[in-house]
Structure formats: structure tokens, C-alpha cells
């Protein structure tokens, strides 16, 4: 089980970046895939999800109208795109993946603690 996360670096508020995440073994099969971030200082926060079966979406509050996820099936791969970034905006980006439960038909995908999955984390720092 192994997810590949990648994309984070340094850029200017206002800019641009786009992460992805590979998935491969367990991972690959996933109920859905999240990203997750976590500022210095702070708990790890909820960012956006996509459930694979039907690309649904959710994201917080805080990134909703900027960011933007996205899958590629064939590929095993969630992308996002982050627009309009902000210095607030700055954290260590993991992606996460949700396994099937099959007690639960829809569970929810903005629950950290349903994710089994971790990748590495990427950095994302934007500059005032």
C-alpha cells in the first residue's frame, strides 16, 4: 500500500500550484481520496475529497471556490488544483486514502480518522 504525493514548493500569494497522489496496492481501491494539511503550530486539517466511484467532492470551508479535486481512475491518481493560494495557505499537504466499508454505504469523507492510507506529505509555502 503506497501513496505518492507531489507538486508542493514555494510560491507567491495569489499564484498557482497542483499536487497529485498516486495510489498503488490497497490504496488503489479506496472508497475515496483525501488531502489533508497541516500548518507549524497547528492539528492536521481537513483540505478536500473525492470518492471514487462517482468523483463526489467535498472541501472545507477555508479553500472552497479556490481549490479544486479531481481523480484519474485509470491512472489511480487524485489531483489538486490549488488557485488563488494565500500565506495562510502554507502547510505540509498529505494525501489519505479511505478504504470501502461495507457496513457503511456512504460514509463520509471529510473524517480524518477514516483514513487509512498516508502518503509522505508535500510542502506548499506561499510567500506574502
Known amino acids: 500500500v503506497q501513496l505518492q504525493a507531489s507538486g508542493g514548493g514555494l510560491v507567491q500569494a495569489g499564484g498557482s500550484l497542483r499536487l497529485s497522489c498516486s495510489a498503488s496496492?490497497?490504496?488503489?481501491?479506496?472508497?475515496?481520496m483525501g488531502w489533508f494539511r497541516q500548518a507549524p503550530g497547528k492539528e492536521r486539517e481537513f483540505v478536500a475529497s473525492i470518492r471514487w466511484s462517482d468523483a463526489y467532492t467535498s472541501y472545507a470551508d477555508s479553500v472552497r471556490g479556490r481549490f479544486t479535486i479531481s481523480r484519474d481512475n485509470a491512472k489511480n491518481t487524485a489531483m489538486l488544483q490549488m488557485n488563488s493560494l494565500k500565506p495562510e495557505d502554507t502547510a505540509v499537504y498529505y494525501c489519505a486514502a479511505q478504504p470501502k466499508n461495507p457496513r457503511e454505504r456512504s460514509p463520509p469523507t471529510n473524517i480524518m480518522s477514516l483514513y487509512v492510507y498516508w502518503g509522505q506529505g508535500t510542502l506548499v509555502t506561499v510567500s506574502s
Open positions: 496496492g490497497r490504496a488503489g481501491g479506496a472508497y475515496a
